[in-house]
């Protein structure tokens, strides 16, 4: 079945080391996202990517950073910089940005730094 | 800017009672309205949309119409069921700006328990 995977579950980390989250879809998607979503909000997106080798902040992108090297895989990296990186992270991919083109989401990393 | 509002949680109903999940939305142009669901543990699942005015979207039971005049997009079942028990996410996408997945504004979310 297609999908998207995104790996670990829980991710635990100490403050000052950068952490990287992974996702990875067979569903051909051209588009992929990035997620947080923190208790009691909405979700906010971080990065997003149109197509390979090519990615756009979204609306919290400070101290994170991503690549999109391949089609399937867009890597997120959690920095020392970013200031509260505890949270739920969501991967999320669709055909092409356009609204019509549903979102398809991974099962989240939740994120713990201490 | 864009915004959606969405009624406070938790929402607690018997199993087969009608829900209702308040959402309205503030937005500068003709938006794209969605409804996504997030069962525990695992990430959202678009449960239904509305591209214009009038639309109605269904699936699974849900429904929501997109009321231009009240600038509304309420979800609603008529018989819930344990299994409906999840987080509800109203969103919208500005057309005005390009209807792009990366312009989806999201609620809060509403959470809902079904008791059998």
């Known amino acids: 079945d297609g999908g998207i995977t995104q790996s670990p579950k829980y991710l635990f980390r100490k403050e000052g080391q950068n952490v990287t989250l992974s996702c990875e879809q067979n569903l051909n998607h051209d588009a992929m996202y990035w997620y947080r979503q923190d208790p009691g909000q909405g979700l906010r997106l971080i990065y997003y990517?149109?197509?390979?080798?090519?990615?756009q902040k979204g609306d919290i992108a400070e101290g994170y950073s991503v690549s999109r090297e391949k089609k399937e895989s867009f890597p997120l990296t959690v920095t020392s910089a970013q200031k509260n990186p505890t949270a739920f992270y969501l991967c999320a991919s669709s055909i092409q940005t356009g609204v019509n083109s549903p979102l398809h989401f991974g099962n989240g990393t939740r994120l713990t730094v201490t | 800017g864009d915004s959606v509002t969405q009624m406070e949680g938790p929402v607690t109903l018997s199993e087969e009672a009608f829900l209702t999940i308040n959402c309205t939305y503030t937005a500068t142009g003709y938006p794209s309205l969605f409804w996504y669901v997030q069962y525990p543990g695992e990430g959202l699942q678009l449960l239904l949309k509305a591209t214009k005015a009038d639309d109605k979207g269904s699936n699974k039971g849900f429904e929501a119409t997109y009321r231009k005049e009240t600038t509304s997009f309420h979800l609603e079942k008529g018989s819930v069921q344990v299994s409906d028990s999840a987080v509800y996410f109203c969103?919208?996408?500005?057309?005005?700006?390009?209807?792009?997945?990366?312009?989806?504004?999201f609620g809060k979310g509403t959470l809902l328990t079904v008791n059998p």
């Open positions: 990517s149109q197509i390979v080798n090519d990615f």
């Open positions: 969103a919208l996408s500005d057309q005005s700006s390009g209807g792009s997945n990366y312009k989806l504004t």
